[in-house]
C-alpha cells in the first residue's frame, strides 16, 4: 500500500469523494454531516492524502490545518472492497505524521454516533484521542462527537 498526496484532478478520487460526502449525509440526521464536499477540500489549508494499492484507489483522508498549532482529520473513508485491511490506520498515521512535521501540537476531529460510525470511533480511540467538545464551528449535538490527540 502507498500512502501519497492525492489529486482532486483524478477521477477515482472525485469519486471517492463524492461517495464519502453522500454515505455521510444519509447517515445523519438532517444538518449533523459535515464531510466536505470537492470544493472543501480544494483548499490551500487542506491536504488529501491517498492510499492505492497497486495503483488502484482504496482509500482517502484530508488533513485541514485550523492554527499554526492544531489540524483537523477530514474525510476519512476506505473503498467497500478494502475494509478491514488497514487502509484506515494508514491514512491516519500518515495524517498524524504530517502534523508532527508541521509543528501542530493537536489533532482534532468531528464523526457521528451509530452503527456506521463504529469502525471509526474504534480507530480513533485506539490510537488515543480522547473525547472532547466542539471547536471551530461545529455546534454539539445528541449525533455529533468530538475527538482530540495532543502530542
Known amino acids: 500500500m502507498e500512502i501519497g498526496i ?3 484532478a483524478d477521477a477515482d478520487v472525485r469519486e471517492l469523494v463524492t461517495v464519502h ?3 455521510m449525509y444519509e447517515a445523519s440526521p438532517p444538518g449533523t454531516s459535515f464531510a466536505l464536499d470537492l ?7 487542506v491536504t488529501v492524502f491517498e492510499a492505492r494499492e497497486g495503483g488502484l484507489l482504496i482509500g482517502i483522508g484530508a488533513l485541514r490545518e485550523l492554527s499554526g498549532r492544531a ?3 477530514k474525510s476519512m473513508r476506505t473503498e467497500d472492497h478494502a475494509l ?3 487502509v484506515g490506520q494508514a491514512l491516519l498515521d500518515r495524517i498524524e505524521a ?3 512535521e508541521r509543528g501542530y501540537s493537536r489533532l482534532l476531529l468531528e464523526t457521528g454516533t451509530g452503527e456506521t460510525f463504529e469502525p471509526a470511533n474504534r480507530l480513533y480511540l485506539r490510537n488515543g484521542f480522547t473525547r472532547c467538545g466542539a471547536f471551530g464551528g461545529y455546534t454539539e449535538t445528541a449525533f455529533n462527537i468530538f475527538y482530540e490527540k495532543a502530542f
Open 6 to 8: 492525492a489529486s482532486l
Open 21 to 23: 460526502q453522500r454515505r
Open 39 to 45: 470544493s472543501g477540500l480544494d483548499r490551500t489549508d
Open 71 to 73: 489540524g483537523e482529520i
Open 84 to 86: 478491514r485491511r488497514g
Open 98 to 100: 504530517t502534523a508532527r
